[in-house]
């Protein structure tokens, strides 16, 4: 079974642009989770979806938003970059949305603002 | 509010050598769950183990151990025997909230670093 994938797996932008990263869940998973990884802050929960709902939302601006497509895949936007938004963002799914599931990781999008 | 400390920021050991890495969480659930992550240089987190809050049993899956601990609240992995390629960041994680999947999501540590040197 393929794992979680990932596209692009790296990005340079500059500040001010916006960007769109996609993630496709191990088949059969209904639940995407995102998560930004920065050296100083770790990794922060952003929001989570499932059944194309947006079920929890983390302590980010509104810059960050996100959507699931009905065949699971899921997609986050950031605009209006920021230097403090490079950073590697993880995709992970889970078969259901429960405390109980375990999330599974994809590789990453490395995201550099310039 | 959930929390997940992990104390050790960086170990290194010497091939050969058994490692502990410590996991303090906080939670006011009493229904909750625990997570193991390994995250090598390449970025992907890799899923290790899972533990809800009513097992205490601790567990051992080759060169890999768990010690569980609801008394202490800790949730401890130990390595036996490290290799190169355990060389790795380690997440400790918390996962706690409604059923139904509202509030749903992982609290992660921040990690140690672990290198072993041949």
């Not at chain 1, 709902?53 to 996100?66: A, E, H, I, M, V």
Request: hydrophobic share 30%; aromatic share 12%; glycine share 8%.
């Amino acid at each position: 079974k393929a794992g979680v994938t990932q596209t692009p797996r790296y990005l340079i932008k500059t500040r001010g642009q916006q960007v769109t990263l996609s993630c496709s869940p191990i088949s059969g998973h209904r639940s995407v989770s995102w998560y930004q990884q920065t050296p100083g802050q770790g990794l922060q929960f952003l929001f989570e979806y499932f059944s194309e709902t947006q079920r929890n939302k983390g302590n980010f601006p509104g810059r960050f938003s996100g959507r699931q497509f009905s065949n699971s895949r899921s997609e986050m936007n950031v605009s209006t970059l920021e230097l403090g938004d490079s950073a590697l963002y993880l995709c992970a799914s889970s078969r259901l949305a429960g405390r109980a599931d375990t999330q599974y990781f994809g590789p990453g999008t490395r995201l550099t603002v310039l | 509010a959930q929390k997940v400390t992990q104390a050790q920021t960086e170990i290194s050991v010497v091939e050969k050598e058994d490692v502990t890495l410590d996991c303090v969480y906080e939670t006011r659930d009493t229904t909750y769950y625990l997570f193991w992550y390994k995250q090598p240089p390449s970025g992907e987190l890799v899923f290790l183990i899972r533990r809800n809050s009513f097992d205490e049993q601790n567990e051992i899956s080759g060169r890999y151990s768990w010690n569980f601990q609801k008394s202490t609240s800790s949730f401890n992995f130990t390595i036996t025997a490290s290799q190169v390629v355990d060389s790795a960041v380690y997440f400790c994680a918390l996962s706690e909230g409604g059923s139904g999947g509202s509030n749903y999501k992982l609290t992660f540590g921040k990690g140690t670093l672990l290198t072993v040197n041949p």
